[in-house]
Nanobody, 129 residues
Framework: QVQLVESGGGLVQAGGSLRLSCAAS????????MGWFRQAPGKEREFVAA????????YYANSVKGRFTISRDNAKNTVYLQMNSLKPEDTAVYYC??????????????????????WGQGTQVTVSS
C-alpha cells in the first residue's frame, strides 16, 4: 500500500520560512518523479514544483521560482519543499504527489495534477500579513 505523508506545515508571518517534508512508503521511491501542489480555498489545485527521480532536475511554477526549493533524499524516501520569503498568497493546503513517468521533469505532464499516480493527504500552510 502506497502512502505519502506530508508534514511541516503551520502558521508563519509573511517573509518567514517553512520546510515541508513528504515521506513515502510502499513504492520504489527512487523510480518516481515527485511534485508539490497547493490548493487555496475556492481555487483549483495548482502546480508548485517537481523533481526528477534522481533529483538531478527540478521545475518550478513562476509564482514560487527563486523562493521555493524542492529536493529529495532517496535514502530516506523523502521529498522536501523549502519555502522562503513566504507571502500571504502562498496560504494553501500543500500536497505531495508521485508519478512513475520517465519523461523530462520540465514537461507540461508534471504540471498537471491528474497525471500523478499517488497523493498525500496535504498539510496546511498559513501565511499571515
Amino acid at each position: 500500500q502506497v502512502q505519502l505523508v506530508e508534514s511541516g506545515g503551520g502558521l508563519v508571518q509573511a517573509g518567514g520560512s517553512l520546510r515541508l517534508s513528504c515521506a513515502a512508503s510502499g513504492l520504489t521511491f527512487s523510480s518516481y518523479a515527485m511534485g508539490w501542489f497547493r490548493q487555496a480555498p475556492g481555487k483549483e489545485r495548482e502546480f508548485v514544483a517537481a523533481i526528477s527521480w534522481s533529483g538531478g532536475s527540478t521545475y518550478y511554477a513562476n509564482s514560487v521560482k527563486g523562493r521555493f526549493t524542492i529536493s529529495r533524499d532517496n535514502a530516506k524516501n523523502t521529498v522536501y519543499l523549502q519555502m522562503n520569503s513566504l507571502k500571504p498568497e502562498d496560504t494553501a493546503v500543500y500536497y505531495c504527489a508521485g508519478d512513475s513517468a520517465r519523461i523530462p521533469i520540465y514537461s507540461e505532464y508534471f504540471r498537471r495534477s491528474w497525471n500523478y499516480n499517488y497523493w498525500g493527504q496535504g498539510t496546511q500552510v498559513t501565511v499571515s500579513s
